[in-house]
């Protein structure tokens, strides 16, 4: 794993404890993380600078 993949890892890691404890539980984060947001130009939260590359 490279330095930029790993520094994206811990984010991802962050932001979703955070939405975690936010939100009440895991499921319900996780189902936020997903969810398009007219914010973001109707990209997840997991498309932002902290999330992981999608490929496919």
């Not at 955070?18 to 936020?32: K, V």
């Not at 993380?33 to 109707?42: D, E, T």
């Amino acid at each position: 794993m490279s330095t930029i993949e790993s520094d994206r890892l811990v984010r991802v890691a962050r932001v979703t404890g955070r939405a975690e404890g936010a939100l009440g539980n895991r499921d319900t984060a996780h189902r936020w993380l997903r969810k398009p947001s007219r914010a973001l130009g109707g990209r997840d939260v997991r498309a932002t600078r902290g999330g992981l590359p999608h490929h496919g």
